[in-house]
Every structure is written in structure tokens, then in C-alpha cells.
């Protein structure tokens, strides 16, 4: 198992930024996928960004785009989400996922990932 502990979420106006950091422990991460969800009220809980810890491969949701960034640094086991640009459609909680993984690819669904952090809440008002 994996535990995962995130931090970083607030309130925020539209266009301002903000880095989220998720921190895992337990387990090295080469052989992981770890990804950053978020599920807004009423919705369900989608993928916004993904990286293959071992390559840094990354994934992007079509809504963050060109906005958010997906980094890790493996000295701190720690993956990181930079959001710019942020919209009131992207309050939402976010949470950090890991997925084990050992063949090529990054799993975009969140039956993919069988470890969670707890969440942490992002509001942007407009």
C-alpha cells in the first residue's frame, strides 16, 4: 500500500494559481503511475492530469490543457499539480491517486488507481 497526504488546495479567484503537492509513502514509486483527480458535486470524479513516475510520461484532461502541470521529484516522493489560469469550473476536490503499473501506458479512469489521498478542496470564485 501507498499513502498519499496532499496539500495545497484553497480559495482563489479566477486566473490566479495554484500548486498542489501529494507526498507518498510506503512504497518506492518506480514501478507506479501517480495522478491527480478531481470530483466536483453532483459529478464524478475525473482525471485532470497523470505521470509515469519512472519516464515522466504525462497525461493531460482536454480541460486543463495548455493550464495545469503534473511534475514529481523523486527525492521528496513527491508528485505535484501546478494549476494556472484557474476557472470557477475547475473547483472541485482534488485528489492524488497512485496506480501500480508495470506495463507501458497511463490508466485515465479511476478504477485504474487503488490508492488515495483524502482529498483536498480547490474553490475558485469568479
Known amino acids: 500500500q501507498v499513502q498519499l497526504v496532499e496539500s495545497g488546495g484553497g480559495l482563489v479567484q479566477a486566473g490566479d494559481s495554484l500548486r498542489l503537492s501529494c507526498t507518498a509513502s510506503?512504497?518506492?514509486?518506480?514501478?507506479?503511475?501517480m495522478g491527480w483527480f478531481r470530483q466536483a458535486p453532483g459529478k464524478d470524479r475525473e482525471i485532470v492530469a497523470a505521470?509515469?513516475?519512472?519516464?515522466?510520461?504525462?497525461y493531460y484532461a482536454d480541460s486543463v490543457k495548455d493550464r495545469f502541470t503534473i511534475s514529481r521529484e523523486g527525492a521528496k516522493n513527491t508528485v505535484f499539480l501546478q494549476m494556472n489560469s484557474l476557472k470557477p469550473d475547475d473547483t472541485a476536490v482534488y485528489y492524488c491517486?497512485?496506480?501500480?503499473?508495470?506495463?507501458?501506458?497511463?490508466?485515465?479512469?479511476?478504477?485504474?488507481?487503488?490508492?488515495w489521498g483524502q482529498g483536498t478542496q480547490v474553490t475558485v470564485s469568479s
Open positions: 491517486a497512485a496506480a501500480f503499473r508495470l506495463r507501458d501506458g497511463i490508466p485515465t479512469g479511476r478504477y485504474g488507481y487503488n490508492n
Open positions: 510506503g512504497r518506492t514509486l518506480d514501478s507506479y503511475v
Open positions: 505521470i509515469r513516475w519512472r519516464e515522466g510520461t504525462t
